[in-house]
């Protein structure tokens, strides 16, 4: 199994990826007006929701063109999980919007076969590469927090010790 994490503005780093070769998308959006991470070109702090929009529209044109005809794509917009009941989970380094694990993994599970590639263009915390390689998936990451990147390197590299598996960057 295979992983990267792919530091910089998402457009940029989701054009390095070739057209057609993700299987499964699980990622969640920065929200549009509530946190400020301190990085400068940020998504979530336009002037306007329509502004907003735009944005995330040219991000999922760029998703679009690189999943798989037959790929499938999860976002959580908000911090609404009333879909299925998942409790939130906490992880130490992180802000307070981190993934829970058992949010995502139905969705890698029913979005890509094993071996399949699962992108999440806002890897934040690393939370979707995490499951992702445990349920033997490969894995791509873009983040635009050189600190984000960062943590997500070290926490996947902890999670891939716990497998016990070889896994390369």
Request: charge should be neutral.
């Amino acid at each position: 199994m295979t992983y990267r994490i792919l530091q910089g503005d998402v457009i940029k780093r989701l054009r390095d990826l070739h057209g057609r070769s993700v299987d499964c998308v699980v990622t969640s959006p920065p929200y549009w007006g509530l946190r400020d991470y301190g990085v400068s070109g940020q998504i979530g702090l336009e002037a306007t929701p329509a502004e907003y929009i735009a944005k995330m529209v040219d991000v999922f044109r760029e998703v679009r063109r690189v999943l798989r005809k037959d790929g499938t794509c999860w976002i959580n917009m908000g911090d609404k999980r009333s879909v299925w009941n998942v409790p939130t989970q906490a992880f130490p380094e992180a802000h307070f919007a981190t993934f829970p694990e058992k949010l995502i993994e139905p969705c890698i599970l029913a979005g890509s076969p094993e071996g399949g590639l699962v992108l999440d263009p806002f890897s934040g915390s690393g939370t979707t590469g995490v499951v992702a390689l445990r349920n033997r998936r490969e894995y791509v990451g873009i983040e635009l927090s050189e600190d984000y990147a960062a943590m997500s390197e070290r926490r996947i590299l902890r999670a891939i010790t716990q497998l016990g598996t070889e896994v390369t960057a």
